[in-house]
């Protein structure tokens, strides 16, 4: 496998990628943001914003020369979960606030710049593998590479909403610790129903943190 950071020439291809490979992300599958091959214009601004940061990755296969896996990534500076949250307000699409709204809440409430004492945290935003490759250590090769990144730049906390019991796992296994456990059918509409009925065994959303040592990545 071939491994790149995206610039501006990837981006298209990168969007296409995600419309075919991150639908069946428990949260999305939950709350219908968008389906498979579907274009959602207002996470594909989302992910736009975050490529654009320069620490995005994807993994190539060299025989297809297409993309296997991607590891978005971007800088949350101070204030930001705060200030996501005040532009949501313009914004008029159900499934995005019950979505991106649910993230924002969370990291504003766990206060994750006061508690490490940070101007930028690195945030691993998106990951994706393609069905195809899934279950031969993929995802966890594009966390690894996005904490060197991350570390090569000097950034010493990392952040990630892990969405996915599977990410859980992942992130895990590099020390990643959990600030914030999100029960997903403790919310329920003013029906009873599940707001959050993700598919098992994806029960929770975490959200995940490292602190950077000096220490080299090793699993
Ligand atoms: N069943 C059980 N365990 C699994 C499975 C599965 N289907 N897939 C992954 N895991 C667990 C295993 O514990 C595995 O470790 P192990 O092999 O030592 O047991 C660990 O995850 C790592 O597996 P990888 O092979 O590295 O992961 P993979 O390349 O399959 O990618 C990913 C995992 C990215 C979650 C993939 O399933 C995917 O793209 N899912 C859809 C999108 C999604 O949910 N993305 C994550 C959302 S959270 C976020 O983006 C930050």
Redesign the pocket.
Known sequence: MHFEIVDESRYDEVLNYLRN??H????NVAVGLFKKGQTCQLLENYDMDTMRDGYSIIAIDPDTNKIA?AMLNAISSLGDPELELERMKCIDDIEFHRLMGLLLRHNSDAQLFRKYNVEKIFE????????D???????????KRSEELAREHGFTVLK????????Q??LE?FGFETVKTVVYHDYRDADGKYIYNTPP??DTYKIMTKVLSNEPVHV
């Open positions: 490979h991150f069946d992300e428990p949260l896996g691993l935003r998106i990951l994706s593998v393609d069905s490759y899934r279950g031969r250590g993929l995802g966890q090769e594009l966390v990630v909403d892990a969405t996915s019991f599977f990410t796992k992942i296994k065994p994806h």
